[in-house]
């Protein structure tokens, strides 16, 4: 578990990394993660989960993630909020219906950046200046996670046919170039529909997870930040 030093030892940032489930891992999100918990001041606890060369398939992510909320409930800790990335962020809110399901508590709050939500792949900002995310690309991800036969419209699957009733804050951050600014944008309405206190910031120019250049971009830097100071209040922490 990573965290500033000084950083409140019961408020956690439970991190789920993104890679289209075929890459990514704890150690190439670190600094990313790292730079957030830091500029929130609590801990961060960054979740591994297999791959689809490791049989990681639907649905084993999204237990492997509820049974690392498990844990750290286990332990204790007196505020969780959720992160995650590209299909990190997926997997973030598809463990809380999970945990839910199972009579766990809700967290805290989540904070998503650049989500894969939509495992129907419909929007239309796929014809954008994104120059490596295809429709075509996203399809084959889906595909692949779901095992081909899966069902995209399964609601313990996709969180834009589940039920987000009693879900706490959401902030989700999105590039204004990538071509999944839609499927953030349909969440943000999909939850706000559901009650939610939503927040989405589209970063004009920013294509997807610019954030991963914390430290050396003044784009992502103010994006950790604003990320930082929306979680510290919904953990119950100050400004």
């Given amino acids: 578990m990573d965290g500033a030093e000084g950083a409140s030892t019961d408020r956690v940032l439970l991190c789920v990394h993104g890679g289209g489930f075929v890459s990514g891992s704890i150690y190439t999100h670190r600094k990313m993660y790292g730079h957030l918990a830091k500029a929130a001041g609590v801990r961060a606890l960054l979740v591994s989960y297999r791959l689809l060369a490791e049989g990681g398939g639907y649905p084993v992510p ?17 505020g969780v909020a959720f992160a995650g990335d590209s299909v990190g962020g997926l997997l973030a809110l598809t463990a809380q219906l999970r945990a839910r399901e199972q009579a766990l508590p ?20 796929f014809h954008g200046k994104d120059p490596f995310f295809t429709r075509e ?24 046919y589940a039920d987000l009733t009693g879900f706490g804050p959401l902030y989700i951050q999105v590039g204004g170039n ?18 939610a206190d939503v927040r989405l910031d589209v970063f004009p120019g920013m294509l997807h997870i610019f954030q991963m250049a914390a430290g050396r971009a003044p784009e992502a830097d103010y994006a950790i930040a604003a990320m930082a100071g929306w979680v510290r209040l919904r953990l119950g922490l100050s400004r």
């Fill in 106 to 125: 809700l967290r805290a709050a989540t904070l998503l950046i650049s989500p894969a939500i939509d495992l129907e792949v419909t929007g239309e900002s």
């Fill in 137 to 160: 690309l996203v399809q084959g991800v889906v595909r692949g996670y779901l095992g081909g036969a899966g069902d995209p419209r399964d609601p313990r699957a996709n969180p834009l």
């Fill in 178 to 195: 990538e071509a999944l600014l839609d499927d953030a944008r349909q969440l943000a309405a999909h939850a706000g529909k559901a009650g």
């Fill in 62 to 78: 999204v237990d492997e993630v509820t049974a690392a909320y498990r844990w750290l409930l286990d332990q204790g800790t007196g």
